[in-house]
């Protein structure tokens, strides 16, 4: 089993910067890869980046050049710097783990909310 907390959603201006964050605890051994998706009402839930253990990296185009994301593996956290926010941007932020195996499984996070606005 994997736990995943995130942090550091909020409201923020269009234009500005947040920082989200996850950490990982249980069995973050088995952890292959670590992402970040997001949601609005009505919508599914599509992946904004996510990052392999070997550190390759994969975003979402609506985000690119916007937004990185980075791991620490020695604190097994995950990062999302979200920069030029837009109000488009404005969604709940899951934190996804996938693990090894061949049939990965997948565990989330509860979820924060972003929201852009004036």
């Known amino acids: 089993q994997v736990q995943l907390v995130e942090s550091g959603g909020g409201l923020v201006q269009p234009g500005g910067s947040l920082r989200l964050s996850c950490a990982a605890s249980g069995s973050r051994f088995s952890i292959n890869v670590m992402g970040w998706y997001r949601q609005t009402p009505g919508k599914q839930r599509d992946l904004v980046a996510d990052?392999?253990?070997?550190?390759?990296?994969n975003y979402a185009d609506s985000v690119k050049g916007r937004f990185t994301i980075s791991r620490d593996y020695a604190k097994n956290t995950v990062y999302l710097q979200m920069n030029s926010l837009k109000p488009e941007d404005t969604a709940v932020y899951y934190c996804?783990?996938?693990?090894?195996?061949?049939?990965?499984?997948?565990?989330w996070g509860k979820g924060t909310l972003v929201t852009v606005s004036s």
């Open positions: 996804n783990a996938r693990t090894y195996g061949v049939i990965p499984r997948d565990y």
């Open positions: 990052i392999t253990t070997g550190g390759s990296t």
